[in-house]
């Protein structure tokens, strides 16, 4: 069992959802639920973030070779989005604008209105907020490199624990937002950015190592290419 490339896979997916950083996002969306609305909102997300994630780290390889994608394209493009995405997180922004807010209904139950308003806000908050471009990428290209099926399945545990992680910080993401103000919040999504961009770089490094076979140093190069 390849432990650091679990923890690695972990780090970066967390990193790439970047779920403190989205917290006044997600707090805009729904802050005229009650709590416990807010609440069944963030788990019912976490659920469609898992969903949505696992369909593209099993199918995703086989999307490539449908449209004839080498994954050494497919390694370089990501690294360059994700590179994109650390970079504005490193700058303090978002990784995509808040917009086309509405309203749900308030009828029903808890968990009615939750199911109501995740129907409103699934795009864009859902996707491309959190599922988008990057964090995409990321799963397809660590998905690249499992070899067996104790892997995979590990691989799917990271994916579920990480958008566990994201739908607890949702849950309780007015607490969060209170205790770390806005200065804390950009610290956070700083140090994401930093940690993004240098997982960025890596993939470019494995790359360009699957182009030039043995032309980089082996000890830099994560994992077999």
């Not at 086309?100 to 491309?128: C, D, K, Y």
């Amino acid at each position: 069992m390849e432990w650091s490339l679990l923890f690695n896979a972990f780090i970066g997916i967390l990193a790439i959802l970047n779920p403190i950083g989205n917290v006044p996002i997600f707090l805009e969306h729904v802050e005229n639920d009650n709590p416990n609305v807010q609440r069944a909102v963030a788990v019912l997300m976490s659920v469609s973030m898992f969903i949505m994630l696992a369909v593209f780290f099993v199918f995703g390889t086989q999307i490539l070779n449908l449209f004839g994608i080498t994954l050494p394209a497919f390694r370089l493009a990501g690294s360059v989005i994700i590179l994109i995405v650390g970079l504005r997180m490193l700058q303090g922004k978002s990784k995509f604008d808040a917009g086309g807010i509405e309203t749900a209904s308030a009828q029903g139950g808890t968990f009615s209105q939750a199911r109501n308003r995740l129907s409103h806000i699934v795009v864009p908050v859902a996707m491309p907020l959190f599922v988008g471009p990057g964090s995409i990428t990321t799963v397809v290209l660590y998905a690249e490199k499992v070899e067996t099926f104790p892997m995979f399945l590990m691989m799917l545990l990271v994916l579920f624990l990480a958008t566990v992680v994201v739908g607890a910080c949702l849950a309780v993401s007015r607490s969060i937002f209170d205790m770390l103000g806005t200065n804390g919040t950009q610290i956070v999504i700083r140090f994401m950015g930093m940690i993004l961009c240098a997982i960025a770089m890596q993939f470019m490094i494995d790359g360009i190592a699957q182009l030039l076979p043995g032309v980089l140093n082996s000890n830099f190069i994560h994992g077999a290419v």
